[in-house]
């Protein structure tokens, strides 16, 4: 009696089984959360997977999304920066002041506002690198003088109005022929996604974000200027909001509270997508991921017919659990 | 006192058949510890003997794997270093763990302040702190309301000292408490080390100095490679044996052959009283195709004299010159465009960036410097060079310690370093592995390198250096030919005239046996 060869009639089966496995143990788990929650939605609401609400729902998430691309590479790097909602909500009030609805306007309104998002963004990095404030305490600050000059210029009551080619990147698109409209949002989200994606991925800068995030000491031994590839992420979290700025303005219209709470959903997003907060993981795609999750889950809650004021802690829950489950798999591999 | 009345021979503390291994590594193996009461008792052996792990494993800190512990004959298992402490056994840890921002009174009490009914009662806190000092006749000198932060480190140390006291110990255990003490404070310790010897407690003292050892202690008990060489009565040895039975053990390892003197070219990398910190006066230079070790012991400014050559830590004073040309290194970034590369002694927290792959962490610095002509190179090419094999995919937290060295290594390879600083090159590595690490640095010279290696392994030293230089107390004490002992490279490093009246000739036979 031989007890030793495995019947092979069942190896094979197992084999690919383990192989489906592995393929979706590669996937970051993000994604599959987004499946899910996105089947739970078409479950309610079946016309949600139709094209045009399908893309209305990426154009609500652009925004959100932009953040969170930008938002990535300061975690990734070490540190965080939550001046980013008021940055968008500076955005919008002075460009509506600044735009005043004369189309004329927009061609340099919006390299002034460029400009502006990366100075802040510098600031928080200078701050952080050659002040040594925790980038925690010195983007605080940076909200908090963000808002209270933004209260201070328009008064609580934001004057003036965007003008229409202005609002156009956030609100209207290209007609495509059996899609119906293809917001231009949506193209802009691409755009910057594929490009930071490449930054990040792809070149020595970004290579240089991962080693200053994962170990600043071994990083600094190896030649990395590692006070300069964290301001440089500062510049690019503080370009992407005004990114989104000009996308909220366009797509919501002008308030003072655009741009509220934003800080905390990019950084919900970027930790929905793996990254560790502390430095050294994470990736553009996986941040895209988590900001589509939390804005589709944000669609579910109401669907459900929860209270918006639900939201708040829905999202609190999810950056815990989203954490937490982050720790447990370091642990678990390290 | 009791002295009168407990036979001479009464055992206080004792340690039988000590194992401890870490990650498979044996740390400690059958080690024994006897100490008497009131007696000043040495643990000595040289970097990574085992000192420290046997003095945590008595205090609680660590489990052993196997053995007992005795105290008073009866016998004890610390699982917390709490339980040590309420048995009486206090230790003051190399490194000091105060609060820099309390006062010596708080940081004494720390988590055991005296209590009124509401609150610390702060008028008894500071008279116990002031009576403990008084025990070490410090309460002269530091006030128990001084913020600890802003006292100069020998009183830190008292302070520490005096905390260990408040648990009223049977048995106190120093480890290496004078590494950073100048010989006048080394003096005034030694006294009050000896007063409360005096006053019947135990000390159990850790130190590799063999001045020190010969001071102020009564017996000493020799540790090597984790094992117990010898325990002998102080007043009974003299240097030659005492640095004999710490060195003294064969050479188990092959090494590669050392360069011939033609191949040694010219001057890479020169520094001319060079100074930073502890480091002061360094003359050195480190020439194309020669291996220099650099040895001397733990404190001796090793480390801090890579990190000054790499340009981590800025030179105070002298000058230094690549190439023959003088450069002021501000940052590593400018030392690794000067050509030079350092191997950092801690892989994990200061070489590699643990979750990134092989790939990024050995393109890291190439990517650093952005420069050109180092775009095209090719990493299988390099991987190729240090003989490292597998995918270049993995993160590099689950290569061995051998591989990742090799990882390190190659890093610089790409970036075309002809100045090579190995800090420990071989520390946690295996023994198959150390020995590929030591061929790839003699290729590296004989192509043209110029390679500084620290090494806290004087076999290491001896093995693969063509030239040794010595450290003592933050300057060079002396260079040694290729062929120098152990023992000559100890009495340099320990800066120890020879008490037995042999020549340095003599001590060498009985080191190199």
């Known amino acids: 009696m031989t007890v030793t060869a495995p019947p092979p009639a069942t190896a094979a089966p197992e084999r690919s089984a383990s192989r489906a496995w592995r393929l979706l143990r590669a996937v970051p788990p993000i994604w599959l959360v987004l499946a899910a929650v996105i089947v739970l939605i078409a479950w309610r609401n079946p016309t949600f997977v139709e094209p045009a609400p399908f893309l209305a729902f990426l ?93 201070l210029w328009s008064g609580g009551a934001p004057r003036g109005s965007l003008a229409d080619n202005f609002r156009q990147f956030g609100r209207f698109g290209v007609e495509i022929p059996g899609l119906g409209q293809l917001p231009y949002a949506v193209l802009i989200l691409v755009a910057i996604g594929v490009g ?50 000009v996308l909220l303005g366009g797509f919501t219209g002008v308030t003072a509270e655009a741009g509220v709470g934003y800080e905390f959903q990019a950084i919900a997003a970027v930790v929905l997508g793996g990254a560790v907060l502390g430095g050294g993981r994470g990736s553009v795609g996986a941040a895209l991921a988590g900001a589509l999750t939390l804005q589709s889950v944000f669609t579910l809650l109401n669907l459900l017919g929860l209270a918006k004021s639900l939201r708040d802690a829905v999202q609190g829950l999810i950056i815990i659990g989203a954490a937490a489950y982050a720790a447990h798999r370091l642990r678990r591999s390290g | 006192m009791a002295d009168g009345i407990e036979p001479q021979d009464k055992i206080l503390l004792g340690m039988y058949g000590i194992d401890k291994s870490f990650l498979g590594v044996p740390v400690l ?142 048995v ?45 202690t009564d017996r000493i008990t020799v540790l090597k490679d984790g094992r117990r060489v010898d325990t002998v009565r102080t007043a009974e040895v003299d240097t030659r044996r005492l640095v004999h039975l710490m060195v003294g053990r064969d050479l188990d390892h092959y090494y590669p052959p050392r360069a011939t003197p033609e191949r040694i070219g010219e001057v890479r990398l ?88 092989v790939r990024d962490n050995s393109l890291l610095a190439v990517r650093a410097l952005g420069r050109g002509p180092t775009r095209r190179v090719g990493l299988g090419a390099l991987l190729d060079r240090v003989d490292l094999r597998g995918s270049t995919a993995r993160e590099v937290r689950y290569l061995s310690g051998g591989n990742q060295q090799k990882v390190v290594l190659a890093r610089w390879l790409a970036t075309g370093a002809r100045v090579l600083i190995f800090d420990e090159p071989t520390r946690g590595i295996d023994v198959g592995a150390k020995a590929s690490i030591h061929e790839l640095m003699r290729e590296l010279a004989e192509a043209g390198a110029a ?21 003592r107390q933050g300057t060079v004490a002396g260079v040694l030919p290729a062929d120098a002992s152990e023992a000559e490279i100890m009495l340099l490093a320990t800066g120890e005239p020879d008490r037995s009246g042999v020549g340095v000739g003599a001590v060498a036979d009985g080191g190199a046996a």
């Open chain 2, 29 to 170: 193996q059958d080690v024994q510890l006897e100490c008497r009461p009131g007696e000043i008792h040495a643990v000595m052996g040289e970097n990574g003997a085992g000192k420290s792990t046997l003095m945590k494993i008595l205090v609680g800190v660590y489990q052993p794997d196997a053995g007992r512990i005795e105290l008073d004959g009866a016998p004890v298992r610390f699982h917390h270093p709490r339980q040590a402490l309420a048995a009486g056994v206090s230790i003051v840890h190399q490194e000091l763990n105060l609060l820099p921002e309390r006062t010596v009174a708080e940081n004494i009490f720390l988590g055991r302040e005296p209590r009124r009914r509401v609150g610390v009662d702060r008028t008894a806190m500071e008279r116990d702190a002031s009576r403990l000092l008084a025990a070490l006749h410090a309460d002269d000198v530091i006030s128990p309301r001084a913020l600890v932060g802003r006292l100069p480190v020998a009183q830190q140390q008292l302070v520490e000292i005096a905390k260990a006291l408040s648990f009223r110990p049977r």
């Open chain 2, 270 to 357: 020169s520094v001319r009283g060079a100074g930073a910190g502890m480091l002061h006066d360094i003359d050195l230079d480190l020439r194309s195709g020669e291996i220099v070790g650099l040895a001397g012991l733990a404190g001796s400014g090793r480390t801090e004299l890579a990190r000054l050559l790499f340009g981590a830590t800025r030179m105070a004073t002298g000058r230094l010159e690549v190439d023959g040309r003088a450069r002021r290194l501000r940052s590593p970034r400018q030392a690794i465009r000067c050509g030079i590369g350092l191997l950092t002694e801690d892989r994990k927290s200061e070489g590699l960036v643990l979750q990134l792959s």
């Open chain 2, 172 to 216: 106190l255990v120093l480890d290496e408490p004078t590494a950073a003490l100048s010989p006048h404070e080394v003096d005034a310790l030694f006294d009050r080390i000896r007063r409360l010897r005096a006053d019947g407690l135990t000390v159990l003292y850790i130190s590799h100095r063999l001045k020190e050892i010969f001071d102020l």
């Open chain 2, 451 to 471: 390679i500084l290696m620290i090494s806290s392994e004087l076999p290491e030293v001896i093995g693969m250096a063509d030239r040794i230089v010595v450290l």
């Open chain 1, 59 to 151: 154009r609500r998430c652009a925004p959100l999304a932009v953040l969170a691309a930008g938002q990535v590479f300061v975690i990734i790097a070490g540190e965080f920066d939550l001046s980013v909602g008021a940055l968008v909500t500076a955005v919008v009030v002075v460009a509506a002041r600044l735009s005043d609805g004369d189309a004329g306007n927009t061609w340099w309104l919006i390299p002034l506002l460029l400009a502006g998002g990366a100075l802040v963004g510098l600031v928080n990095g200078l701050v952080t690198t050659r002040l040594r404030v925790p980038s925690f305490i010195a983007t605080l600050g940076m909200l908090l003088v963000l808002s209270g000059a933004v209260f």
């Open chain 1, 196 to 245: 930071l994606w490449l930054l990040l991925s792809h070149t020595r800068f970004g290579h240089q974000v991962y080693a200053a995030g994962g170990n600043p000491r071994a990083a600094g031994l190896s030649g990395v200027d590692v006070r300069r590839v964290r301001t440089a992420a500062f510049v690019i979290s503080g370009l992407s909001a005004v990114v989104a700025g």
